[in-house]
């Protein structure tokens, strides 16, 4: 008998269904996650819908010629920067800047380039030089004599010399070694607002919120950091009442974060890009005109930035601008940058192109407010008091953006200009000869590579030091050449007093170094020498330490020696020359 085991068709679809789940894989999870990143994508959206700032306003122009719109303060590969000058000034093409003002660090050894038409674009090489309190842009500075560093009124001193207009680079900046130590001594121009010193100071919620932003609307998303720089336009307003001193929006464009952005290493990032740094603010210059001569266009566009016949316009804000500042009286007329007469009855006038939000006016006296309309323009009228003027124009404040100005001019001065008359030190009452006529009282010192030595000469009525000094070696060696003298009796005066003359303009430093027993901490006080001999006299309360960690004035009780030093603080490695000195003596 046969027989066979067999299963009912519904039980086989059962066993057959069931292993089906066994070997099928698990719910394809693609759509989930599609789900996950879409929800992703419209939160990121909205995020930054929500953070996302203004669009910068239309301005409908009036008839008439437009301000020439260009940038100052720009670093490029030369320096610290990421873009080459044609690289550069093809970023300013597109941005719509007729001219650019290169800016690259330096010591002013290198002769600037020629001026050149570049995309279309004037380009004006410049300098800015770094000195032991802040840097200063240099604008018509040629070729220095000798490398230009050191103390910030050193500094000034040598570029008003040489013919340069000075202007005060990031002086309120976060940064100590970028922020200016006002050593009392004019200057031409300051920037009251620097694009690299604005972000400086932001919470960092601020900056992840332009960095997000930034890639939909990057002019109005860098002009975020821009609050108004009171403590820099308060600095500008004091020295203004002392003297003319331009005002400007100096760009400091790098095109670059992270890296040794500093010091000219490579950058991690290169942003904020040229052109949306030169779409968020610029300078502004009516009347002038440019005949694509680049030589004579660039003399044009540099005598009036030093005539402070400008206005910075943040554009990001609203463009493009325009904006007056006259005062009109009794036969005189002057524009922003100029200055009339004290005495007459004045009528100062204020206009702009103004777009949909109306903009607020305010006109300052010396640093105050005594005019405020809402429009597009303002009337003032003064009695002729010695004043000085300078107006803003602020925009309503839209969704949480900056109160930065969106227009500042230059001032109008009322009164005469107040005398740079350097401080004469008054005629010393005693003093201790160190050299006269006869046999030198000086030893040399010198690094190894360098040398130096030192003679008797004849002159006029007598001897006189003759020095000489060469400077080899590399600047890890600190080349220098000393020339010393015993520093006795020293305490019982307050200056040093000598004649002196070089072979070629030179700035040497003169220094006072305490015993070896207290460290041989050394004070210095350099100064300027030249073919024409002449008499200088030092107060010691001038001299500053040489490093840190040293009092702020010179022990005079612990000075042991005079020094006469030539060092690469302003003397080119490789270089020699000669200097001639005579009546030395300590003063009081």
């Known amino acids: 008998m046969s027989s066979s085991i067999g299963c009912a068709p519904s039980t086989i679809h059962a066993i057959r269904a069931r292993d089906d789940r066994r070997e099928s ?6 759509p989930v996650i599609r789900r996950i990143l879409a929800g992703l994508a419209l939160t990121a959206a909205i995020t930054v819908g929500v953070l996302l700032p203004p669009r910068s306003m239309r301005v409908t122009p009036s008839p008439g010629p437009r301000p020439l719109f260009g940038a100052v303060h720009v670093h490029t590969t030369k320096s610290d920067g990421s873009g080459t ?8 093409s597109r941005a719509g800047l007729s001219f650019l003002i290169l800016t690259d660090h330096g010591d002013a ?6 001026p050149r038409y570049r995309s279309g674009v004037l380009v004006i090489d410049a300098v800015e030089v770094s000195t032991s309190g802040g840097h200063i842009v240099a604008l018509g500075l040629p070729r220095a004599p000798y490398p230009l560093r050191g103390e910030p009124a050193d500094v000034l001193e040598d570029l008003t010399r040489l013919g340069a207009m000075t202007i005060v680079a990031h002086p309120t900046s976060m940064k100590n070694d970028l922020r200016w130590h006002d050593p009392g001594r004019p200057f031409d121009g300051i920037e009251w607002l620097n694009g690299d010193s604005e972000w400086r100071d932001e919470p960092p919620l601020s900056l992840v919120r332009i960095l997000l932003t930034y890639w939909f609307r990057a002019p109005e998303s860098l002009a975020l ?3 108004r720089p009171a403590a820099a336009l308060a600095l500008w307003d004091r020295a203004s009442q002392r003297h003319e001193v331009v005002g400007l929006g100096g760009s400091d464009a790098h095109a670059k974060i992270g890296g040794d952005m500093d010091h ?4 991690a990032v290169h942003l904020p890009s040229y052109e949306q740094v030169f779409r968020t603010f610029s300078i502004g210059l009516p009347g002038v005109r440019l005949s694509q001569d680049a030589v004579a266009d660039a003399r044009v566009v540099l005598e009036a930035i030093r005539a402070g016949h400008l206005f910075t316009a943040i554009d990001a804000f609203a463009a493009p601008a325009r904006l007056s500042l006259t005062a009109t009286g009794d036969g005189v007329h002057a524009e922003a940058g100029g200055r009339v007469p004290a005495g007459p009855a004045l009528a100062l006038r204020a206009e702009l192109d103004a777009p949909a939000l109306a ?5 300052y006296r010396n640093g105050a407010v005594v005019a405020t309309t809402v429009g597009s323009a303002l009337e003032y009228r003064t009695d002729g008091t010695a004043s000085v003027y300078r107006v803003e124009a602020t925009l309503p404040v839209r969704r949480g953006g900056p109160l930065a100005p969106w227009l500042v001019s230059n001032p109008i001065y009322v009164g005469p200009r107040q005398p740079d008359t350097p401080v004469v030190p008054p005629s010393p009452t005693a003093s201790r000869r160190l050299y006269t006529d006869g046999p030198s009282p000086l030893t040399v010192e010198h690094s190894p590579r360098s040398a130096g030595a030192v003679g008797v000469v004849a002159a006029v009525g007598g001897r006189q030091l003759y020095l000489r000094y060469a400077l080899g070696g590399a600047r890890t060696d600190a080349p220098f050449v000393a020339f010393a003298a015993p520093a006795l009796e020293i305490a019982g005066f307050t200056a040093v007093s000598l004649s002196a003359h070089a072979s070629h303009p030179m700035r040497v430093s003169i220094q006072l170094r305490a015993a070896a027993e207290q460290g041989s901490g050394r004070w210095r006080r350099s100064v300027y020498l030249d ?3 002449r008499r200088v006299t030092l107060p010691f309360a001038e001299f500053l330490p040489v490093r840190s960690g040293l009092a702020a004035a010179p022990p005079l009780a612990d000075i042991t020696g005079l020094l006469v030093v030539v060092d690469t603080t302003n003397t080119a490695l490789g270089s020699n020359g000669e200097m001639w000195l005579d009546d030395v003596a300590f003063v009081r």
């Open 264 to 267: 000219g290493g490579p950058a």
């Open 85 to 92: 000058p044609d690289e550069v000034a093809a970023a300013a």
């Open 531 to 533: 073919e024409t001999q």
């Open 359 to 363: 903009p607020t006016l305010t006109l």
């Open 25 to 30: 894989p698990q719910p394809r999870r693609a």
């Open 109 to 114: 050894m290198r002769a600037p380039d020629s």
């Open 225 to 227: 950091i821009m609050d």
